[in-house]
């Protein structure tokens, strides 16, 4: 006997990604209790439907399972969303600027305005950021501050004022990074003094904000989100998130990674969150995952930075990494250079191989793995997020000079990872550094190509668009262990999914970056309606 449905979308075209039982693509979607109960013909659903039953008419429009990020900064950016103003996409300079100063018309003066990654110089037409007194112009009652991926963060006259760039200096940045003249600082350990200068909003205005990036993220058709943690982010960042979650306002599934919040502090602080936090601890929308991203601070390395660890840093390393499988914690660590891969990889080989099997276990980035370790990650177990950063990256000139030219086109190397059976994670790694908009992820998976159209992936390191939104839904979730409920549209999996605006799999690549999901669900419930869907589901 077919099951009641609360829901039935017809007419569509509806990619399941299934892998047998049910066909790759089908016309109708049957929920039930949050979860799907057929995914077939038309024709055969008539079965599910009883007076009860919602039917939503797709117009043939395509549809998704819901997209996960499995590498974004989500919880971090969420405190400050509503004081922050966006350049994703942004043609040149004069629209980026006009933003601002349309914030400085809606906001107190006084009040900041914070312009935080998503953007780069090489997709403006001018082909550069802006300059202090372009700031102090639209915005001279306002203190601002704007940073460029890790390169670099600029403050206007009047954030200037409130903070004293020459203090960096005594707290220990070095002297190089910072240039007080021209109210500038650069690279990560620069800006991450800089942030904690900046003033903190309250745990209401946190929650708001939160709510508010949620929101944008089920616009776009993300249903879930592993969540990195990352610099700046202590244990009081999570206030936010979870009191966003007990509103009944957290309209992602969020899976949280924790680490130490300070450089010198990881054994003591990731000591204590391994006795009193489990992992696993949470719900279906928010729960704890495990460790990461920065599991240590001395091995936390970048493109063109190489930490170069102590035998000190290495021992305590080794100790997080005991630790973790004792407490049976997932980890994903940060590693981008060969160095940084080549430690971490030999350290795990000396550890329980079938315990990091099944703790998943991963690498995030990976973009210096070369193909002899690619296959000894194979041998683990483990898996690889590689989010979509090198659209930013990629348009500086390290790729060129600092990593071997023929290489190059392989950081990291997706294709190799997926011939190696290595599970591939796809994400963005916002909000600091990149754009948050999965369509433009999923773009640069299939072309390799920057922000400016710079290619630098090579031709045979590309994903067919299948691949990539395979890496942005079911095997996402293999590494919060959920590929068995998320990620597919098949009976029994939960009804997370997006309506799109157009078809992701044959409008142009050039359209990719600019798909958006018109109707989002969770469990089948809308958490994105835009008016094409206006009224078609009970909020």
Same mark, same amino acid.
């Given at each position: 006997?077919?099951?009641?449905?609360?829901?039935?979308?017809?007419?569509?075209?509806?990619?399941?990604?299934?892998?047998?039982?049910?066909?790759?693509?089908?016309?109708?979607?049957?929920?039930?209790?949050?979860?799907?109960?057929?995914?077939?013909?038309?024709?055969?659903?008539?079965?599910?439907?009883?007076?009860?039953?919602?039917?939503?008419?797709?117009?043939?429009?395509?549809?998704?399972?819901?997209?996960?990020?499995?590498?974004?900064?989500?919880?971090?950016?969420?405190?400050?969303?509503?004081?922050?103003?966006?350049?994703?996409?942004?043609?040149?300079?004069?629209?980026?600027?006009?933003?601002?100063?349309?914030?400085?018309?809606?906001?107190?003066?006084?009040?900041?305005?914070?312009?935080?990654?998503?953007?780069?110089?090489?997709?403006?037409?001018?082909?550069?950021?802006?300059?202090?007194?372009?700031?102090?112009?639209?915005?001279?009652?306002?203190?601002?501050?704007?940073?460029?991926?890790?390169?670099?963060?600029?403050?206007?006259?009047?954030?200037?004022?409130?903070?004293?760039?020459?203090?960096?200096?005594?707290?220990?940045?070095?002297?190089?990074?910072?240039?007080?003249?021209?109210?500038?600082?650069?690279?990560?350990?620069?800006?991450?003094?800089?942030?904690?200068?900046?003033?903190?909003?309250?745990?209401?205005?946190?929650?708001?904000?939160?709510?508010?990036?949620?929101?944008?993220?089920?616009?776009?058709?993300?249903?879930?989100?592993?969540?990195?943690?990352?610099?700046?982010?202590?244990?009081?960042?999570?206030?936010?998130?979870?009191?966003?979650?007990?509103?009944?306002? =957290?309209?992602?599934?969020?899976?949280?990674?924790?680490?130490?919040?300070?450089?010198?502090?990881?054994?003591?602080?990731?000591?204590?969150?391994?006795?009193?936090?489990?992992?696993?601890?949470?719900?279906?929308?928010?729960?704890?995952?495990?460790?990461?991203?920065?599991?240590?601070?001395?091995?936390?390395?970048?493109?063109?930075?190489?930490?170069?660890?102590?035998?000190?840093?290495?021992?305590?390393?080794?100790?997080?990494?005991?630790?973790?499988? /004792?407490?049976?914690?997932?980890?994903?660590?940060?590693?981008?250079?060969?160095?940084?891969?080549?430690?971490?990889?030999?350290?795990?080989?000396?550890?329980?191989?079938?315990?990091?099997?099944?703790?998943?276990?991963?690498?995030?980035?990976?973009?210096?793995?070369?193909?002899?370790?690619?296959?000894?990650?194979?041998?683990?177990?483990?898996?690889?997020?590689? *989010?979509?950063?090198?659209?930013?990256?990629?348009?500086?000139?390290?790729?060129?000079?600092?990593?071997?030219?023929?290489?190059?086109?392989?950081?990291? *190397?997706?294709?190799?990872?997926?011939?190696?059976?290595?599970?591939?994670?796809?994400?963005?790694?916002?909000?600091?550094?990149?754009?948050?908009?999965?369509?433009?992820?999923?773009?640069?998976?299939?072309?390799?190509?920057?922000?400016?159209?710079?290619?630098?992936?090579?031709?045979?390191? =590309?994903?067919?668009?299948?691949?990539?939104? /395979?890496?942005?839904?079911?095997?996402?979730?293999?590494?919060?262990?959920?590929?068995?409920?998320?990620?597919?549209?098949?009976?029994?999996?939960?009804?997370?999914?997006?309506?799109?605006?157009?078809?992701?799999?044959?409008?142009?690549?050039?359209?990719?970056?600019?798909?958006?999901?018109?109707?989002?669900?969770?469990?089948?419930?809308?958490?994105?309606?835009?008016?094409?869907?206006?009224?078609?589901?009970?909020?």
């Amino acid at each position: 006997m077919a099951l009641e449905a609360d829901v039935l979308l017809v007419n569509g075209r509806i990619t399941t990604l299934a892998d047998g039982g049910t066909p790759p693509e089908v016309g109708a979607l049957a929920v039930r209790g949050g979860r799907v109960v057929f995914a077939g013909d038309e024709r055969d659903a008539d079965g599910h439907v009883t007076a009860n039953t919602t039917v939503v008419d797709l117009g043939g429009r395509r549809v998704i399972p819901g997209l996960i990020d499995s590498h974004i900064h989500f919880v971090r950016a969420g405190l400050t969303w509503n004081d922050e103003v966006r350049w994703e996409g942004i043609p040149d300079l004069g629209t980026g600027l006009a933003r601002i100063e349309e914030a400085a018309r809606q906001v107190p003066a006084g009040d900041w305005i914070r312009v935080i990654g998503g953007w780069h110089p090489g997709q403006l037409a001018e082909g550069r950021g802006p300059t202090v007194a372009e700031l102090d112009k639209v915005a001279p009652n306002h203190p601002v501050f704007l940073q460029c991926t890790y390169d670099w963060g600029m403050l206007n006259t009047r954030a200037a004022e409130r903070v004293d760039l020459r203090r960096a200096v005594a707290d220990g940045v070095d002297p190089a990074s910072v240039d007080v003249p021209a109210h500038l600082v650069r690279g990560m350990a620069a800006l991450r003094w800089l942030y904690w200068q900046l003033p903190v909003p309250t745990l209401e205005q946190q929650v708001h904000s939160t709510a508010a990036a949620s929101a944008e993220l089920s616009r776009l058709g993300l249903t879930g989100v592993i969540d990195g943690g990352g610099s700046n982010a202590g244990p009081d960042i999570y206030r936010a998130v979870y009191e966003t979650w007990r509103r009944g306002q =957290l309209t992602v599934r969020t899976r949280l990674l924790v680490h130490s919040s300070k450089p010198g502090a990881e054994r003591e602080e990731l000591a204590g969150l391994l006795r009193y936090l489990p992992a696993g601890l949470g719900d279906d929308l928010l729960r704890v995952l495990g460790m990461g991203e920065v599991v240590h601070y001395g091995v936390h390395d970048g493109f063109v930075r190489d930490p170069q660890p102590s035998a000190d840093t290495v021992a305590e390393l080794t100790e997080i990494f005991q630790a973790c499988l /004792r407490e049976r914690w997932p980890l994903q660590i940060h590693t981008i250079r060969p160095d940084t891969i080549e430690l971490v990889l030999g350290l795990w080989e000396g550890l329980d191989h079938e315990l990091i099997r099944r703790l998943r276990w991963s690498l995030v980035h990976g973009e210096g793995l070369d193909s002899a370790q690619v296959a000894r990650l194979a041998r683990l177990g483990a898996g690889v997020l590689a *989010p979509a950063m090198l659209r930013f990256e990629g348009e500086g000139e390290d790729l060129a000079t600092d990593w071997a030219t023929e290489r190059a086109g392989f950081t990291p *190397p997706l294709r190799g990872l997926l011939d190696a059976g290595v599970r591939l994670g796809g994400g963005t790694d916002a909000m600091r550094v990149a754009s948050y908009h999965p369509f433009a992820a999923l773009h640069y998976y299939v072309t390799g190509r920057t922000v400016s159209g710079r290619q630098v992936l090579d031709e045979t390191n =590309l994903l067919t668009r299948t691949e990539a939104l /395979r890496s942005y839904t079911h095997d996402a979730a293999w590494f919060s262990f959920e590929e068995h409920s998320r990620g597919r549209l098949r009976p029994g999996m939960l009804a997370d999914l997006a309506v799109l605006d157009r078809d992701y799999f044959t409008v142009s690549t050039a359209e990719i970056p600019s798909v958006r999901s018109e109707l989002t669900l969770v469990s089948g419930r809308p958490t994105w309606t835009s008016p094409a869907f206006q009224g078609a589901l009970p909020g």
